[in-house]
C-alpha cells in the first residue's frame, strides 16, 4: 500500500503570509494527488486535482505541483478564510491513502 | 443538485452492528463508485473502502477485511455501510463521498457525514 506524508502536521501564520505544505508519497503515483481543505464539523472539500488542477469556485490564491513522490500546495496569500486543515490523498491506485493532515492555525 | 444525504446520528453497544445510508440525487448514482471514509475525534481522514453502484463488486480496506459490508440498492439511489464488531474505537464521523465530475477517486462530492457513537 501506498503511504502519505505530510509535512508539517501544523503551522502557525498570519493573514497575508504565503503558506507551502508539502506531501510525499512512499513510491511514484504520477500526478495521482489531490488536496482537501476541512473546516471544523465540515466533511472535506476538494481543492486541487491531479496534482494541479484548481477546482471550480476555488480561489486562485490556492496552487498545486509536483508530480512522482513530491507535492506542494500553496496558498499564496493566507486569508481569515483559509485556516483550516489540509489533506492530500493518493487516488493512483486501491486503497486510496490520505495524509495525516496539516492544520493551519492563526499566529 | 448533485448531492449526498447520510442518516444523521447513530448511539451503539460494543460488539453491536451499525448501518449508515447514503442517498445520492442530482446524478446517474450507477455511474461512479461510492466511497466510505471515516474520521475519528480528532483525526484524520480514514478510506474504508468502496462500491461499484452498477455491479455491486465492492474492495475493501484491509483493516476493515470481515467487519464491513457496502451494499447499495439501486432503485432509491442509496448506498448502505454496514460495520459489525462494534468496537469503542470505532466511534467517528462516517463519510459516503464520490468522484463525479473529476479525475478517479478524487472526491468532488461529500456526505454530510454520519456521527456513530460506541458506548455502553
Not at chain 2, 75 to 83: G, N
Request: proline share 4%; net charge positive; with cysteine.
Amino acid at each position: 500500500d501506498i503511504q502519505m506524508t505530510q509535512s508539517p502536521s501544523s503551522l502557525s501564520a498570519s493573514v497575508g503570509d504565503r503558506v507551502t505544505i508539502t506531501c510525499r508519497a512512499s513510491q511514484s503515483i504520477s500526478s495521482y494527488l489531490n488536496w482537501y481543505q476541512q473546516k471544523p464539523g465540515k466533511a472535506p472539500k476538494l481543492l486541487i486535482s491531479v496534482a494541479s488542477s484548481l477546482q471550480s469556485g476555488v480561489p486562485s490564491r490556492f496552487s498545486g505541483s509536483g508530480s512522482g513522490t513530491d507535492f506542494t500546495l500553496t496558498i499564496s496569500s493566507l486569508q481569515p478564510e483559509d485556516f483550516a486543515t489540509y489533506y492530500c490523498q493518493q487516488s493512483y491506485n486501491t486503497p486510496v491513502a490520505f495524509g495525516q493532515g496539516t492544520r493551519v492555525e492563526i499566529k | 443538485q448533485v448531492q449526498l444525504v447520510q442518516s444523521v446520528f447513530e448511539v451503539k453497544k460494543p460488539g453491536a452492528s451499525v448501518r449508515v445510508s447514503c442517498e445520492a440525487s442530482g446524478y446517474t448514482f450507477t455511474g461512479y463508485y461510492m466511497h466510505w471514509v471515516r474520521q475519528a475525534p480528532g483525526q484524520g481522514l480514514e478510506w474504508m473502502g468502496r462500491i461499484n453502484p452498477n455491479s455491486g463488486v465492492t474492495n475493501y480496506a484491509q483493516k476493515f477485511q470481515g467487519r464491513v459490508t457496502m451494499t447499495r440498492d439501486t432503485s432509491i439511489s442509496t448506498a448502505y455501510m454496514e460495520l459489525s464488531s462494534l468496537r469503542s474505537d470505532d466511534t467517528a464521523v462516517y463519510y459516503c463521498a464520490s468522484s463525479i465530475a473529476v479525475a478517479k477517486d478524487a472526491f468532488d462530492i461529500w456526505g454530510q457525514g454520519t456521527m456513530v457513537t460506541v458506548s455502553s
